[in-house]
């Protein structure tokens, strides 16, 4: 991950493409900085070819009166002139040995090492330049090209523009490729040459754009005599650090200064300047009032955050920045981690063949096909027929509200007033947004968050599954049993998630009894009417990670369906109420599965998607309706139609990246990472598991039995663990408390750890009370996992 | 615009670099497509360099057994072998005369204007190549890169890729520039080079990225004698159609076929296909059915969208793809026009830095840059102290509702029977969106939108500024005058807007004895308690185009703050209720002022902004707050916090997009186009006007006194058009009817058009009951403008 250190100005230097004079201008730029600075380091990770001499040769011959305070170095060193993929491959035939090539992990830890070494070495104040090996998008080792290789490192970058013919538009491109990865480029240096004059070009061109050019005299024409040559060319690099040069190698260098302070500045002024000018959502700013209560994030790659390392102004040589696993995978939207360069370029794509595009009685492919590919090929496979598009699972739960709302106004020909009133069957701990509308399907508690909060309907308390010391446990409240709250052990996880086979037990049978009860009294309370049936099914988040007993949700909704008797609807149609399904926390494969209705054995009417959606890059969401929903809002009047939408209602990039992520997520579920958690969770040999998850069961059943925790509970990428805590509730603090000390990283930080670049890492967690929750995207890494465990149980254990 | 033909194939030929055999590889292409078509057309629109034989001779020569039907051109020809931007302006000095560069509208017209014409020249199945000059970003004459210039005409694209050192990169990066454009890449076209091996290599990395990579033998060296070297030449070409090359220039040609063919079908399936999965925002279903109802948006650029032709599968002969002016700038939201290439750039940069990272507690560069402006130098300035963030105008005005009514209930001590009935001063016609929450804060009428909405307040009729008759007019209704609706001429537009000059005039005592009674007597009914004064400052959008006179919302203001008897709040406090301005839709320029405080000469406690926001490429909200707000949620009790959050709160590519939106808005705004439709608004010479419209002011004039026309009105971008008739309302499809001439471009395409490629343009519009709106986006062109009033006015003439 990224690195930043005060004392060492570290850049890497890219090519626009091969032969642009790289090397020659990096051995300017280490030149320059040997002139001024007190140390120079120079590394090239990959050199191919066999040049008369080697890029750091050439360094240390050049920059002869201040070499004794520059350092270079080279990691890996083939003959071959050829791009690195290609003569590490050369190489080992060559050698007749299968040497291994270095994966990408090992390769970066290798450069950051170095540079993380470099710094160490230097007290005072240093400059350091990491050139890498051909153009921006050439092959490194393994195969992944440079500007992904190093991506993880996110060094600020200088690029050498290309002065020859087609020049200005390599350079340009490369530029472009930098930027699809997010990359600082401070500045653009090349060569002058007189009869393309590309430097005028892209002087001009990037001033628009607010990137700095530099341009210099190119080197004279290498001569036979290699005195005459050394001569020639050491007379060369001395005339580029004439001062008077006003745009030459001394200006960029300046810059490039420039560009360092105003970083450190800009990094360190963030907390300030955050705590000065926003508001936070779900934040009580009374609590946090000072800088160290704020997480810089720098930036961010795979399941990592690159955060400013919090007592880093007190250690000088230490990276200002450090690694933070994002483990609420940033409030539940993050599915491939963080920066995934495929979702970048179909934002890209779709932002440059549309931009957005208006909607409504209008069509584009994006939206055509997220459509399309979430009814025939999603969850809606099998039931839905319509997409309602709107910005985020808050709207798109309104959205779902109004249309079963009014296909139960309709059909039982309500009056306004009555409309008014009606309320909606849901369970105790729902919640399915923050606009006012959705609040008011769910419960009025003590943290009632909204004046205008009128909650309008009836909650069930549901019974629950979690994992009590060592076993799976239903816990089942007093308002079912009437008898106090009673648990029931169950045979395993995979036997409490088969509902066909529970709903011939004993507990479906109680379900069913209170639940007929319940409703048929509810018929004749006056003050409510129910209007729909709303569910977070399998999974309450934000209510507390509660896992519901799959059983009692699946015989609500037999209950509630087998109760229409005011109308006589055909077998497509809904039944009783209208049922939503708010899959925006638990669908697609948050837990484990596309959608919660294959294993609940029913589907809904109405369900709602959004984020993991977009796999955690920008908002949008989707409702979903069957078609008997879809029917009751047609006819000829427009005021019977639909009436909500936003102005960015389908926007193309949050539509194509949507695309994007759903063919991504076909590929990661079939990938052997996936299929080998699963088989950790099977419980016998041979025999599938309806759920699973991707963190290890011995881990689950060791915690569950630890003396702080109450319970845990598992599935897919989400870890729930509840804290014992008399004083429970939303806001208690007391899961805050216990994990605290994993925010930051360890303090060993000699071995290695499996953030990018080897750095140790903290946890960026989030807590509900007394609940404290992990969550990995679909990709995060068994190493990665094991270390969380790790961190988690050493924290738990108080160690 | 986009030109697309049955029966002609039109592909564009990009090269990854300068010299990487675009010329060569596109002759294989040309002989191949007369090896099997009736037709092939080959233009090279700029050739420069004196080669041997010119491109488009060397295409001749070496077609030759087909020459009869391969017809070639090239428009602009220069000798020096020099990017094209230099080869002109050389061209120029040497001639001695000073010929003018041809503009990036003349270029594309006149490409686009030879691509029709051979569309028209043929009349079987026929196939085109239009070869770019240079790499994807050389620069064309004037200045502008090939990608941009060509980026009009949207032509599916060959990418000739590059098979020397180096190539691999130059050829990546040249691709994600194209995808940066929005560009249909169909293949990779790129030469065999048996020691570096780029083929191998980019065949693999494009397969994952289901892009098609087609390689074939390099050109034999090119021989002295010229009958040799011909005969050499000719050998080559010759072995390249032997059909058992598996993946060479016969399957290339297959595949552009396919991709063609494939186009054709998918842009004739989509209106069926939405039309079954689709369910539109704010539209009947029941009234839409047919396929002709759909509008096909195959891309956009500019002000315009490119559209399926209607009657396309009539005629053959003329385009599949017609441009249709984007007439309500995509609900209010375009700014600069479609795919803007700045906002792309800043969407990838946010996603390649940081994807979505988390935001509470945490802080990101983007995030806190964009409040910062906001505050210091945006809408905020001089009063608001906190920037919130959400993800549109809808969710943003649900965060502005919660801060008022918490502020207001706090103060007064509310228990939680009255915090629920609080409810809100507004003015009838008002509008904030669609989540329940917001609509609650608008009045019920005969199209209440859903079951549940409960409208909680009161709303008082506003006097509304229009031009009747050419005569600036405030209309008074009845409830203000007591004596039947009375209209008052008014000096000027401007004057009408000078509020200080106005608070003093007869209307104003009018207006605040109006209010003062209005107010106290809403004080002694029982079922009303207000909690906040909410408005749409100037002009509610969506409930009619109501430009409301501005001196009754400041007197309004001025009214309530000074209304404050039952607290004696500080200074710097919010008085009477909390001001809530709802600027998503007039905001940020929208009606030619940044924010409409400084025209009222008040300022709200509470503003939120959206649409322009973002520029028009994805949703984002941002409600600012004054501190006083702010810190009615201050207290050590997180209960108390705004509980307030969405998924994607912040997110970067949101808030890139809007500062790069902001920094673009500056230049915009201080362009000569834009001084010069302010100048032609003002009063008299040398007089400034606070007030003004990119529309032409004696085109507003004329329009205003047609017979049709009840009104009309005009400030910045936006023009509303008011219909006499009976049976107004939002239902009313007046406004629509009369219009519908002006969807579809003028029969007479032989004069060119204002649009990009100067093919005759339709209008898309949208209207509201009896009101149609037209919109521009900040840099709709004067052509265009002109073109636009000129449809208006012969579709209100009935021509």
């Given at each position: ?24 201008l ?9 002139f ?11 050199s ?21 305070h ?8 083939y ?51 990491v ?24 060094l ?17 491109s ?12 401070d500045?653009?240096?090349?060569f002058?040459d ?7 070009y ?15 005299e ?24 004439v ?30 300047r ?5 508001w ?9 009032k ?44 993050q ?16 932002a ?9 009685r ?44 009014r ?7 309500l ?9 909606v069957?849901g369970?105790?701990?729902s ?6 509308g ?7 508690d ?16 549901p ?13 089942v ?5 009437k ?17 066909q ?72 149609s ?10 925006v926390?638990?669908?697609?494969h948050?837990?484990?599965?596309e ?22 890059l920008?908002?949008l969401?989707?409702?979903?309706a ?42 990661v ?7 080998y ?21 011995n ?10 925790v ?21 806001t ?23 953030s ?17 929750y ?14 969380l465990e ?10």
């Amino acid at each position: 991950m990224s690195l930043l250190f005060k004392h060492l100005r570290v850049h890497q230097v890219f090519g626009a493409n091969t032969d642009v004079g790289k090397t020659i201008l990096t051995t300017a730029l280490v030149r320059a900085s040997a002139f001024t600075k007190s140390g120079v380091f120079y590394l090239k990770p990959v050199s191919t070819g066999s040049m008369d001499v080697a890029d750091d040769e050439h360094i240390k011959r050049y920059t002869a009166p201040w070499s004794d305070h520059v350092f270079t170095e080279c990691l890996y060193r083939y003959q071959e002139p050829v791009s690195p993929h290609l003569a590490v491959k050369i190489a080992a035939e060559e050698s007749g040995q299968s040497q291994p090539i270095p994966t990408d992990e090992t390769f970066v830890t290798s450069v950051a090492n170095h540079i993380r070494e470099c710094a160490s070495k230097t007290k005072r104040t240093s400059d350091m330049y990491v050139e890498t090996a051909g153009g921006v998008h050439s092959p490194t080792l393994s195969g992944t090209t440079q500007v992904e290789a190093y991506r993880p490192l996110f060094l600020p970058t200088v690029l050498i523009g290309d002065s020859k013919l087609g020049g200005i538009s390599t350079t340009i491109s490369a530029y472009e490729s930098l930027i699809l990865r997010g990359f600082i480029v401070d500045s653009i240096l090349l060569f002058r040459d007189a009869y393309y004059r590309n430097w005028e070009y892209l002087q001009e061109y990037f001033a628009d754009r607010g990137v700095h050019v530099a341009s210099v005299e190119a080197p004279p024409e290498p001569l036979a005599n290699p005195s005459e040559n050394f001569v020639s060319t050491q007379r060369y690099y001395d005339s580029l650090l004439v001062p008077t040069a006003e745009d030459g190698i001394l200006s960029a260098l300046q810059h490039l200064d420039q560009c360092h302070v105003k970083r450190l500045k800009e990094i360190d002024s963030m907390p300030r300047r955050t705590l000065d000018s926003i508001w936070w959502p779900f934040v009580q700013h009374g609590l946090f009032k000072e800088e160290k209560d704020v997480t810089v994030i720098d930036s961010a790659y795979s399941d990592y955050f690159s955060i400013r390392t919090p007592s880093a102004s007190a250690s000088s040589q230490t990276s200002l920045l450090q690694p933070q696993f994002d483990g609420s995978a940033s409030w539940w939207t993050q599915t491939f981690g963080h920066t995934h360069s495929s979702l970048t370029l179909a934002a890209a794509r779709a932002a440059g063949r549309y931009g957005h595009v208006m909607f409504p009685r209008a069509t584009n492919l994006p939206a055509l096909k997220l459509a399309e590919t979430l009814i025939q090929d999603g969850p809606g496979k099998g039931w839905a027929s319509r997409a309602f598009f709107s910005d985020d699972g808050s709207t798109g739960m309104e959205v779902a509200l109004k249309m079963a709302l009014r296909a139960f106004s309709k059909r039982h020909n309500l009056d306004r007033a009555s409309q008014k009133t009606l309320g909606v069957l849901g369970l105790k701990g729902s919640y399915h947004g923050d606009t006012i509308g959705v609040m008011d399907a769910c419960e009025e508690d003590g943290v009632y968050t909204c004046e205008w909060h009128n909650a309008k309907g009836f909650w069930l308390e549901p019974p629950s599954v979690s994992i009590q010391n060592g076993e799976v446990t239903v816990t089942v409240p007093d308002s079912i049993t009437k008898n106090g709250v009673k648990t029931y052990e169950m045979q395993s996880l995979s036997w409490t998630y088969d509902i066909q086979g529970r709903l011939s037990s004993e507990l479906a049978t109680i379900y069913r009894n209170y639940l007929q009860a319940t409703l048929e009294s509810l018929k004749n309370k006056d003050n409510i009417r129910l209007g729909a049936l709303v569910l977070e099914p399998l999974v309450m988040g934000a209510g507390g990670m509660i896992f519901v007993d799959p059983l009692f949700q699946r015989v609500l909704i037999d209950v509630v369906r087998n109760s229409d008797s005011s109308a006589t609807p055909s077998h497509s149609s809904w039944s009783g109420l209208p049922v939503i399904f708010d899959e925006v926390f638990v669908g697609l494969h948050r837990i484990g599965m596309e959608s919660t209705s294959p294993l609940l054995g029913v589907s809904p009417d109405i369900s709602v998607n959004a984020k993991i959606l977009t796999g955690g890059l920008v908002p949008l969401a989707v409702t979903l309706a069957s078609n008997s929903i879809f029917e009751v809002f047609l006819s000829d009047n427009k005021a019977d139609a639909l009436l909500h939408g936003h102005s960015y209602t389908a926007h193309a990039i949050g539509c194509e990246v949507a695309n994007e992520t759903l063919s991504l997520i076909k590929k990661v579920t079939s990938s052997a990472d996936y299929v080998y958690a699963q088989q950790r969770w099977q419980p016998n040999p041979g025999e599938a598991s309806k759920v699973w998850s991707l963190w290890d069961p011995n881990f689950i059943d060791a915690v569950s039995k630890m003396e702080k925790v109450s319970d845990v509970m598992t599935l897919g990428t989400v870890l729930a663990i509840k804290l014992k805590d008399d004083n429970a509730g939303y806001t208690s603090h007391s899961a805050e408390a216990v994990f605290r000390t994993i925010l930051s990283p360890e303090e060993d930080n000699k071995t290695l750890s499996s953030s990018p670049g080897g750095a140790p890492f903290g946890v960026h967690y989030r807590t509900l009370g007394n609940v404290a929750y992990f969550m990995s995207s679909l990709t995060t890494s068994g190493a990665t996992l094991r270390t969380l465990e790790d961190k988690i149980w050493k924290a738990l254990a108080g160690q």
